[in-house]
């Protein structure tokens, strides 16, 4: 029995797929490549000694989705294909809707169809809008102020609705805060397409020379130092996550909704801080104004995945810039060889 992992050759996706197979699944992997590099299957196959079946199509073909569920015995899906720049969303609303929502409802509609009934589902911290207080507890309020947000809520009221109708479904709603780093071997990171909007691979690319320094969005927040304080979450961490949602999928819980983050805020000032430390490259910054959108501050309660999940972050800031750092080193024009 297998795991389906659509956008599994993307950057939370690839780094899933190696705890998946480290954990002795079988993994199959659906991929558009929109967003990501094929490439990736030889570092997996490097990685853990397993080339995982590889599909190259998109979620929203449902035929084609109809093939790979017919091919093979599927007993559970990680769903990550998604589109996911803020900014982006923003300009191209519909093209979001349709691609993030239409190809989960085709997802999901065909693992009915197969009778799959175990599903894990990316979802993001930007579900909580501009959070009332923090550490954010599960159950905080939900709201969004972009479209890419909005898919991610849209999304979760379905699954709950589906939940709801259908004992038979399980669904692990995964959300997480900010994921950075990248797998030890150096082999396997983020690459963004274009100048990244996120900042750690916005630090990494000033590190490696490719941009001449870093824009900090605002120092007038009310933060410690007045940058705004975010949740970095190793990948390998976020990935064994996702190993720990499906085994908890087996206990058949129904729906069940987990943060995934570390617990600690750091803020823009403190991470540039502490890659430099790590790196020893220097990273220039000049403060400019607020981005529209941006929140003060965002960290999570991870308690409920310590206590349901047995799963707990266990990299800290220093592997995260360590491990971001030898990606991007190794890489500097990422999966272009
Ligand atoms: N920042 C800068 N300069 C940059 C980029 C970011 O100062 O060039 C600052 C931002 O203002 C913010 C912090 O760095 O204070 C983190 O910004 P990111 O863009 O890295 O991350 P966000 O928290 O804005 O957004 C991320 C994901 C979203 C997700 C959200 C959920 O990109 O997909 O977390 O918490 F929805």
Redesign the pocket.
């Known amino acids: 029995m297998a795991v389906l992992v659509t956008g599994g050759m993307g950057y939370i996706g690839s780094h899933t797929t190696i705890s998946l197979i480290e954990a002795g699944q079988e993994v199959i992997i659906v991929d558009d490549l929109s967003n990501s590099s094929v490439v990736v299957l030889n570092r997996i196959e490097a990685i853990t000694g397993v080339r995982p079946k590889f599909y190259e199509l998109n979620v929203m073909d449902e035929s084609a989705l109809t093939q790979v569920f017919s091919e093979n015995e599927i007993e559970s899906v990680i769903h990550f294909a998604a589109y996911?720049a803020?900014g982006e969303s923003v300009e191209k609303p519909l093209e979001y809707y349709t691609n993030n929502i239409v190809n989960t409802l085709t997802l999901l509609r065909v693992m009915k169809a197969h009778g799959v009934h175990k599903f894990v589902f990316s979802s993001?911290?930007?579900v909580y809008g501009d959070p009332h207080k923090c550490p954010i507890t599960e159950d905080f309020p939900l709201s969004t102020t972009n479209p890419?947000?909005s898919t991610k809520l849209m999304i979760e009221d379905m699954l709950r609705d589906i939940a709801k109708a259908d004992a038979t479904f399980n669904v692990a709603i995964l959300r997480y805060?900010?994921p950075v780093g990248a797998h030890k071997s150096g082999t396997i990171g983020e690459e963004p397409n274009g100048i990244p909007?996120?900042?750690?691979p916005?630090i990494t690319k000033v590190a490696v020379g490719k941009l001449s320094r870093?824009?900090?969005?605002?120092d007038d927040y009310p933060t410690h130092d007045g940058?705004?304080v975010?949740d970095y979450i190793h990948v390998v961490d976020l990935a064994d996550g996702h190993v720990k949602a499906l085994q908890k999928l087996d206990e058949l819980p129904g729906l069940v909704t987990y943060n995934l983050g570390t617990g600690n805020g750091l803020s823009?000032l403190d991470l540039v801080k502490a890659f430099s430390e790590a790196s020893g490259q220097e990273i220039p910054y000049q403060i400019v104004a607020r981005?529209a959108g941006?929140i003060a501050m965002?960290y999570a309660d991870a308690s409920l995945a310590n206590k349901e999940l047995g799963w707990t972050a266990k990299y800290g800031v220093k592997e995260m810039c360590e491990d971001s750092w030898r990606w991007q080193s190794n890489n500097p024009n990422g999966y272009e060889i």
């Open positions: 996911k803020v993001s911290a930007t890419y947000g805060f900010n909007n996120n900042l750690m916005y870093l824009n900090v969005f605002g940058t705004g975010r823009v981005r941006d965002c």
